[in-house]
């Protein structure tokens, strides 16, 4: 019989090396070679908040963004899917987010000279064509209205409209119903004219590039007008609500959907490794105290998790869980007791598991260009330096069980999270109090409530 190979040791990863330049009308760009990753993945970022945004049309970013792809005024409508098409283009994402908005597509590395100037296009001189302007606000209004009768979605939304009310990442970052039905054409070239700016943006390239690539980037960009545009400051997060509670009526849902949250530092914090040690202890992992307990020991749940998702200047801490009307209430007095560190600290073993996780799975998150991209546009939107995941995964494993405690128990505590609930509200409320908890009903046919959740936040 032969013998089974042996197991080679991890070998110790680094983030590929960033090369950064700005042309001369500001654009900034980022380049990462990956030798062998023959598609290279283009991302454009807008630096621009959603807080420039007017008020009355919230959602035109996202249309803005979405519309690139629609037609430019070199290739208007078809010419240019013709011409992504000719040189293997293909649209992976447009949109906006709380911090900035992208588009993203991915080329042969053999056509990035062809695919380069399409992308430059698209940003810098899209058609946006009323009737596809049309097209994109009916669709965005449909998945508004499918959103209202998913119980998942509501409650995303419950809690981050309960969490910070009024701020913007408190209603839809995609716009709600009464905005984004107003939006015209005339709104979504005003948006664009103000915003698409190179001295605000930022190209980033990754895959097998070539060694020409800052002159291929020149040329398609070069000539994109600098601009003028004056943008206001982002929006300071105000304090965050705590201790509540909230159910979302869905009487014909036959499952619950939970989340609980709070706001925590970001990736900027040096807080930042503890907590994400934490959290993969309590929740990022398959093992971790809330899959284990809520789905596994006690059957309440098909499953239940948590994360943290960091903004440029905060981060989101969210459990979620999806589970039976009947059982509701008691997964949501445990998870509020699971996640709190003070009474049951993180063990070392725990603490080692959690940070072989997060140091492990890195290089298996981030093997692909797009992947790459991504995170390198993240830093950018995060004001961090390309060597910030390398600094993170050297700290994440100098993290102790005491650091990981005190970090989440600290920023983390039971009695200020935010609980939003989606189902059956007369159950769930007589359920809650017998188990102690206090909740307030927002109910889909009240009036006078309704867009206090529908118009919330993810």
């Known amino acids: 019989m032969a013998r089974k190979p042996q197991v080679q040791a991890a070998q110790p990863w680094r983030f590929p090396?960033?090369?950064?330049?700005?042309?001369?009308n500001g654009l900034q760009v980022s380049t990462v070679n990956l030798p062998g990753q023959r598609v290279v993945t283009?991302?454009?970022?807008?630096?621009?908040?959603?807080?420039?945004?007017?008020?009355?049309?919230e959602g035109v970013a996202?249309?803005?963004?979405?519309?690139?792809?629609?037609?430019?005024?070199?290739h208007p409508g078809s010419e240019l899917v013709d011409a992504l098409e000719g040189c293997g283009a293909v649209t992976q994402d447009a949109g906006a987010g709380l911090d900035g908005s992208t588009i993203t597509i991915e080329a042969p590395a053999s056509r990035l000279a062809q695919a380069l100037p399409l992308l430059a296009e698209m940003v810098a001189e899209p058609a946006y064509d009323e009737a596809?302007?049309?097209?994109?606000?009916?669709?965005?209004?449909?998945?508004?209205?499918?959103?209202?009768?998913?119980?998942?979605?509501?409650?995303?939304?419950?809690?981050?409209?309960?969490?910070?009310?009024?701020?913007?990442?408190?209603?839809?970052?995609?716009?709600?119903?009464?905005?984004?039905?107003?939006?015209?054409?005339?709104?979504?070239v005003a948006w664009h004219q103000r915003v698409a700016q190179p001295v605000r943006a930022r190209l980033v390239l990754a895959g097998e590039l070539p060694s020409d690539v800052n002159d291929l980037v020149h040329g398609a960009f070069g000539s994109w007008s600098p601009g003028k545009m004056s943008m206001p400051e982002a929006e300071p997060w105000p304090p965050v609500a705590t201790g509540k509670v909230v159910v979302v009526d869905h009487p014909d849902a036959a499952q619950v959907s939970l989340r609980i949250g709070t706001v925590t530092?970001?990736?900027?914090?040096?807080?930042?490794?503890?907590?994400?040690?934490?959290?993969?202890?309590?929740?990022?992992?398959?093992?971790?105290?809330?899959?284990?307990?809520?789905?596994?020991?006690?059957?309440?749940?098909?499953?239940?998790?948590?994360?943290?998702?960091?903004?440029?200047?905060?981060a989101f801490f969210t459990m979620q869980a999806e589970c039976r009307p009947e059982v509701a209430a008691e997964a949501t007095s445990l998870a509020l007791q699971l996640l709190d560190l003070s009474a049951a600290p993180v063990t070392p073993d725990e603490a080692r598991d959690a940070i072989a996780y997060i140091t492990g799975a890195t290089p298996l998150h981030l093997a692909t260009a797009d992947a790459?991209?991504?995170?390198?546009?993240?830093?950018?939107?995060?004001?961090?330096?390309?060597?910030?995941?390398?600094?993170?995964?050297?700290?994440?494993?100098?993290?102790?069980?005491?650091?990981a405690t005190e970090a989440f128990a600290r920023h983390i505590q039971p009695t200020s999270l935010v609980v939003a609930l989606c189902g059956p509200?007369?159950?769930?409320?007589?359920?809650?109090?017998?188990?102690?908890?206090?909740?307030?009903?927002?109910?889909?046919?009240?009036?006078?409530?309704r867009r206090s959740w529908t118009d919330a936040g993810v």
């Open 62 to 74: 996202a249309l803005a963004m979405q519309a690139c792809d629609e037609g430019t005024l070199p």
């Open 265 to 314: 530092p970001g990736r900027t914090s040096s807080d930042w490794p503890a907590l994400q040690v934490a959290n993969a202890t309590v929740g990022a992992m398959f093992g971790s105290r809330l899959n284990r307990v809520l789905r596994e020991e006690r059957g309440l749940t098909y499953g239940a998790g948590s994360g943290l998702t960091s903004l440029r200047d905060a």
């Open 425 to 449: 509200a007369e159950l769930l409320l007589a359920d809650l109090a017998r188990h102690g908890i206090d909740a307030k009903v927002e109910g889909r046919n009240d009036q006078d409530n």
């Open 42 to 57: 283009m991302t454009l970022l807008l630096d621009v908040p959603l807080t420039a945004e007017p008020r009355q049309t």
């Open 132 to 188: 596809d302007i049309q097209r994109l606000v009916e669709s965005r209004l449909l998945v508004i209205a499918t959103g209202l009768v998913s119980p998942p979605v509501q409650a995303s939304k419950a809690l981050r409209a309960w969490l910070l009310p009024t701020h913007r990442v408190g209603r839809l970052l995609s716009g709600d119903t009464e905005t984004v039905a107003t939006i015209t054409r005339d709104d979504v």
């Open 17 to 24: 090396p960033v090369d950064e330049t700005v042309l001369p």
């Open 372 to 403: 790459i991209a991504a995170q390198v546009t993240s830093f950018a939107l995060c004001n961090l330096p390309p060597t910030w995941f390398d600094e993170y995964t050297a700290a994440a494993r100098r993290v102790t069980a005491e650091d």
